[in-house]
């Protein structure tokens, strides 16, 4: 079993940042996919990156460029750089851990744990 807490959350005006943070407890990551997911309300929960142990990365076109995902493997860290924030940006920000292996890209239905979900909110 893997605990997700996410941390870092807050209000920042638009073209401002925000650094995420996901701290796991229970095992260690390693062979874990990690990633970052966010929702409004009325939408459903939208992926935003994800990062591999090997370090390699995506991230969802809305926030290419502007939102960094990395990690910490020994310290079971998982962070998100979000820069240039807008207002759309604002949603509850979920970490998410995947443990199947063979998945080249995550989807909300894989995520096996879940954090409980941290609020950023952009204002204009």
């Known amino acids: 079993q893997v605990q997700l807490v996410e941390s870092g959350g807050g209000l920042v005006q638009a073209g401002g940042s925000l650094r995420l943070s996901c701290a796991a407890s229970?095992?260690?990551?390693?062979?874990?996919?990690m990633g970052w997911f966010r929702q409004v309300p009325g939408k459903e929960r939208e992926f935003v990156a994800s990062?591999?142990?090997?370090?390699?990365?995506r991230h969802a076109d809305s926030v290419k460029g502007r939102f960094t995902i990395s990690s910490d493997n020994a310290k079971n860290m998982v962070y998100l750089q979000m820069n240039s924030l807008k207002p759309e940006d604002t949603a509850v920000y979920y970490c998410?851990?995947?443990?199947?292996?063979?998945?080249?890209?995550?989807?909300?239905?894989?995520?096996?744990?879940w954090g409980k979900g941290i609020l950023v909110t952009v204002s204009s």
């Open positions: 990062i591999r142990w090997s370090g390699s990365t």
């Open positions: 229970g095992r260690t990551l390693s062979g874990y996919y």
């Open positions: 998410a851990a995947v443990t199947a292996s063979g998945i080249l890209q995550m989807t909300r239905d894989r995520v096996d744990y």
